[in-house]
């Protein structure tokens, strides 16, 4: 194989910028910080500034599309580039870059990973994170980007429900590679030295709930969790409620909120919490926070999407890894939780942080660098290059 | 409308059409030549699980009968000239084979794990291709100008992959 061992430059496009936090921000970091630490050459093109959470990045490796603009599109805002001068600016960073192969995320969004699947001449690798069941974009896409989507070469979809919807609306199958968890810094949460823990995190004498998530946006499912702690509260009254995530919103009393919290502060949040709660009411397509909280051995209270179903096994399986419940309902989210702080189940968090060790990016980085090396091998000769062994 | 008018829209509208047929013709023969070149990437990835497959034979400590039941496995996927039917029951059968056994083995192969995990990513990748190829080939524009060509219809590779940890 001509690129076992080569290092390899990776041109890595991310439709959102790393000025607001996210889930596919997250793994593009993660991803190229471990394809660093692996000996390859990772560069990104982001809109917008670099942002202090991509600070390990390095400038050099980082090239800004511009500044994105707020647009709605398949039900909420997004915050993408279009038009000719960023296509311009994908093309240039794309022949400046001498990559051997490019990885978009997202790229059916109108968004620079689109206009980097337009204009790439390089073998492409492209990560589908999204897992609407119906996605009207993406079944408009097949229609009118046909020709673009042909040009992917090799697919990853970030579960087995995003993997059926790039069947399903895209006509194209992807291998099923989950985002990548740093499962030390988790796992050694629980045992932070005291003086690095900030003051909210030494009162933990009472049992704690903890949700992480934007606080504005509905389908976060904030909703759900708050009209549960009636409920809750009712049984568990000295139960300590603790939210984070960005955007501002009223809360009642006993429920407290940290704002957005740094990469450090939510390590430890989650390794003082007793029951996470993930109330998403849709279109997650992959729990990040989730497996954190599991590499916490923190134990795992979420709404019954697919893909946390998933995860975590379904409703009745004695070998599940956390419980779910009927997306939406409060009542049972209350039960739920009530339950797992009734009668706790060492073994079940022992069992969950294990299974979210296999999550770590030693192992699922691995798998990324297999489909690289299977999409070059299968590249035409004149695009890499080098011809195939 | 004059005739000059008339023969202007009408040269327009066929050199239109004969972009778009072009278009759609290099889009054929790109996804035909992906799926060709997919699976000569399975087909090594295929001949390398076999070839590490069958070096289990030597690993220190391994019985007899498991070394025979996988070098069978090996060799019978290893076959030349095997026709698409049988490969695909050969190298079926050599993945299980090697499921059955890796519970025996004293120590754990990581490199004929990662060798599977190639294999079956690499044969995702080409029934990928094939599906796009095969789309592609089968609309009607396509049929009717043979656009395809006299390229060879390409087509999937249905196997087991076994339980490999993808």
Partial sequence: MTYRRRSLRVGMVCPYSFDVPGGVQNHVLGLARYLRESGHRPYVLAPGELGSSAADLGLEDFASAGVAMPVPYNGSVARVNFGPLSAARVRRWLRNGKFDLIHLHEPITPSISLLALWAAEQPVVATFHTATPRSRSMQLASGVLRAAIEKIDAGIAVSESARNVVIQHLGRDAVVIPNGIRFDDFAGGRHMPAERTAEWLRSAQQPRLVFIGRLDEPRKGLDVLLAALPLIKQARPNLQVIVAGQGSRLLPAGCRTLGTISEESKIALLGSADVFVAPQLARESFGIVLLEAMAAGVHVVASDLPSFVDLLGARHDRRRLGDVFTVGDHRALAQAVLQVLDHPDPMRAKRAQQAAQNYDWSSVGTTVLAIYRAALSTAPAKRTGSSMG | ?166
């Fill in chain 2, 1 to 166: 409308m004059s005739t000059l008018e008339i023969l202007a829209l009408l040269i327009i509208v066929m050199v239109i059409l004969v972009w778009r047929i072009t278009w759609l013709a290099s889009r054929v023969h790109r996804a035909t030549m992906r799926a060709e070149r997919t699976w000569s990437a399975l087909d090594a990835a295929l001949v390398g699980r076999a070839r590490r497959a069958a070096e289990l034979v030597t690993m220190p400590g391994i019985d007899p009968a498991t070394a025979l039941l996988v070098l069978d496995a090996a060799a019978a996927a290893l076959e030349p000239d095997l026709c698409k039917g049988d490969r695909e029951r050969a190298e079926s059968d050599l993945s299980h084979v090697l499921d059955a056994v890796d519970p025996m083995l004293p120590t754990s192969p990581t490199e004929l794990a990662s060798e599977r995990a190639r294999a079956s990513i690499c044969r995702r990748l080409h029934n990928d291709a094939v599906a796009t190829a095969l789309f592609l080939r089968r609309r009607f524009t396509v049929r009717i100008l043979r656009l395809a060509g006299r390229t060879a219809e390409p087509r999937p590779f249905e196997m087991e992959d076994g339980s490999i940890a993808l």
